[in-house]
């Protein structure tokens, strides 16, 4: 495995942690990042840095963040928020993943990209919830600004230096399953 493959698979699962936050925030870093010749993407996935996808995803990330600060609008968001992430962080993963047979980077799209953007979008949406049902809502704009820029430095970091998006995305995933474990209900 080459030094280049493992940075592309540390932005893939940095981006794919983004996608849990914010859908569209990290795949208009993406066509930001491989419109500017940033990132190369694999060949069936260029189309992603051309102009009319660049526009599309610009515009698609302003209507979602705008959203989330809409309480009740941003739980609506949540309820499919999981599924797109996991799709999202599955096709982020396919797009940056460079010369691995398909078998392995179909296996770690679904499992790495999917998983994370999952995981991440699971935590937040019960974290939205717990906001909403302990404030009526009033405390999930302050959610969604924290989730938000959580997105964009989690987007910039995979971008620029991907091998520390890797790192924090350890880090993020075990603070995630602690937290599950703490939360979990007991089985007495």
Do not use: H
């Not at 208009?28 to 526009?55: C, H, K, P, R």
């Not at 998983?115 to 979008?121: L, S």
Request: proline residues 4%.
């Amino acid at each position: 495995m080459t030094f280049e493959t493992i940075l592309s698979i540390c932005l893939g699962v940095g981006l794919s942690a983004s996608v849990g936050f914010r859908v569209f925030l990290p795949l208009f870093a993406l066509s930001l990042a491989s419109y500017f010749d940033v990132w190369q993407l694999n060949e069936s996935w260029e189309w992603i840095g051309g102009t009319a996808a660049l526009i599309t995803l610009g515009a698609a990330t302003v209507v979602e963040i705008f959203a989330y600060f809409i309480p009740y609008i941003d739980n609506l968001l949540d309820s499919v928020a999981v599924p797109l992430a996991a799709l999202a962080g599955t096709a982020i993963m396919l797009s940056t993943v460079a010369d691995l047979s398909p078998v392995i980077t179909w296996s770690l799209a679904i499992i790495a990209g999917g998983g994370t953007a999952a995981a991440v979008a699971g935590t937040s949406t019960t974290t939205r919830l717990a906001s909403t049902v302990t404030t009526g809502g009033i405390a999930n704009p302050l959610v969604s600004t924290i989730e938000t820029g959580t997105s964009v430095v989690m987007s910039i970091v995979s971008i620029f230096l991907p091998i520390l998006a890797g790192i924090l995305v350890i880090a993020l995933l075990f603070i995630i399953f602690k937290l599950y474990k703490k939360f979990k209900p007991s089985k007495t």
